[in-house]
């Protein structure tokens, strides 16, 4: 299985800051990568698709980038709606699996 | 609008089978894609456990392969987890969604159901 090692697991933030959070890939995906939000409900929803591309709806202050093995995704200025657990995910192959997830949190 | 809300007990015995039901409205799961179930442990580590097709075909998490079994109900429009033997380990927050085949993401999620393993 692929691993995928997200970093940092804990970011105390302010509102209004910039912050990227890291993927790596334990070999290289592709950029077959996506990144997912969730919030204190449980609610998960998708941010971005293959490493770059914003789902709809997504405010464009969320950006993703990478290739091979590093992928990051990055707030441009935290909103108030941004404090929440943040996933990776891969699908270059079989089982498709997550990061170990990033809480954002209000510092 | 697509939704997903999974149902089921919230609360296993070890040894059991947990059994869930992903209800989805908004889209007929044999018109496409893949219906995934996915589940969150305590501790926030995420786990893909497998899907069925559109077409009925299934594809599950190697770590898994020998206890579970994701079957459907067309005419209900749902589609099912049985996860057996369980142990304490399975305790976690199980979500079905749906997988985008042309973009391949999981679009669409229902909400979450906890499930706790306990005597």
């Known amino acids: 299985d692929i691993q995928m090692t997200q970093t940092p697991s804990s970011m105390p933030a302010s509102l209004g800051e910039r912050v990227t959070i890291s993927c790596r890939a334990s070999q290289g995906i592709s950029n077959y990568l996506n990144w997912y939000q969730q919030k204190p409900d449980g609610t998960i929803k998708p941010l971005i698709y293959y490493t770059s591309n914003l789902q709809s709806g997504v405010p464009s202050r969320f950006s993703g980038s990478g290739s091979g093995t590093d992928y990051s995704l990055t707030i441009s200025s935290l909103e108030p709606e941004d404090f929440a657990m943040y996933y990776c995910q891969q699908y270059d192959s079989s089982p498709w699996t997550f990061g170990g997830g990033t809480k954002l949190e209000l510092k | 609008e697509i939704q997903l809300q999974e149902s089921g007990p919230g609360l296993v015995k070890p040894s059991q089978s947990l059994s869930l039901t992903c209800s989805v409205t908004?889209?007929?799961?044999?018109?496409?894609?893949?219906w995934s179930w996915i589940r969150k442990f305590p501790g926030n580590k995420m786990e893909w456990m497998g899907y069925i097709s559109y077409s009925g075909s299934t594809n599950y998490n190697p770590s898994l392969k020998s206890r579970i079994s994701i079957t459907r109900d067309t005419s209900k429009n749902q589609f099912f987890l049985q996860l057996n033997s369980v142990t304490t380990e399975d305790t976690a927050t199980y979500y079905c969604?749906?997988?985008?085949?042309?973009?391949?993401?999981?679009?669409?999620w229902g909400p979450g159901t906890m499930v706790t393993v306990s005597s």
């Open positions: 969604a749906r997988f985008d085949t042309m973009d391949w993401y999981f679009d669409f």
């Open positions: 908004g889209y007929t799961i044999t018109s496409g894609y893949d």
